[in-house]
């Protein structure tokens, strides 16, 4: 009876909820989710950047629930998660090309194809996928679309475990750190999160600037 109770709470987990996810489910279930988000186009709304950065800060111990995780552990899953997730994503894009977001129906994931085609072409192999890990929607599309476009395999893997290990170790050692060192900063969790967002955000939005500048300077000489 205590089993199947248990197994219908983790049942009624809200996968968009950070804490939830983690209180389910612990540090495997940040594995399995880095793994769903970067491999899989129907993981492209799951909240990759939050559970990192709330499961580094759980760590930390500052969280509601009494949720405490081990951060070893954390940061083995997370980033395994999120390598084998993307590597994934590349071959079934090489295997079906085109056609699993061809016979998709969400403007956002279609949206989200766009964009990383787009950081491939303007960017190079390696600039881009490293930028889409900060991307939200994008870093779930930019794999199967690196396959679908036939980049080279040694140079999608070497740069993808690069942005990967950046992206899924330095977001939750940033929560880790900031738990901490604030006591109780979880009362403050949503507005941090949108500050964590918006600052692996920026490294595209430099990019983007930058290139924008090179195209007018080209255009003026």
């Known amino acids: 009876m205590a089993t199947s109770m248990s197994l219908g709470a983790q049942l009624a987990v ?4 950070a804490q939830s996810l983690l209180a389910a489910f612990g540090v495997l279930g940040v594995g399995v989710v880095m793994f769903a988000e970067t491999g899989l186009l129907i993981g492209f709304f799951l909240p990759g950047d939050t559970l990192l950065f709330t ?3 759980l760590c930390s111990g500052s ?5 405490k995780l081990s951060l070893l552990p954390l940061l083995i899953c997370a980033a395994v998660g999120a390598l084998a997730g993307a590597q994934c994503g590349y071959l079934i894009g090489r295997k079906a090309g085109g056609t699993l977001l061809a016979r998709s129906r969400s ?3 279609k949206e989200g194809a766009r964009r990383a085609e787009e950081l491939l ?7 881009a996928i490293v930028l889409a890990r900060f991307v939200p929607v994008v870093r779930t599309v930019l794999n199967p679309m690196a396959g679908a476009l036939s980049v080279p395999v040694r140079t999608f893997t070497v740069w993808q475990v690069a942005g990967g290990l950046v992206w899924s170790l330095g977001i939750t050692l940033g929560g880790y750190a900031l738990g901490s060192s604030v006591p109780n900063v979880d009362k403050y969790l949503l507005p941090i999160i949108a500050l964590i967002v918006a600052i692996s955000l920026i490294p595209f939005a430099l990019e983007l600037l930058r290139s924008r500048r090179a ?7």
Do not use: S
């Open 63 to 67: 969280g509601q629930q009494g949720v």
């Open 215 to 221: 195209a007018k300077d080209g255009v003026r000489g």
């Open 107 to 109: 403007a956002r994931l």
């Open 14 to 17: 809200n996968v968009l909820d």
């Open 55 to 57: 499961a580094g800060l």
């Open 121 to 127: 072409e303007r960017y190079g192999h390696a600039k």
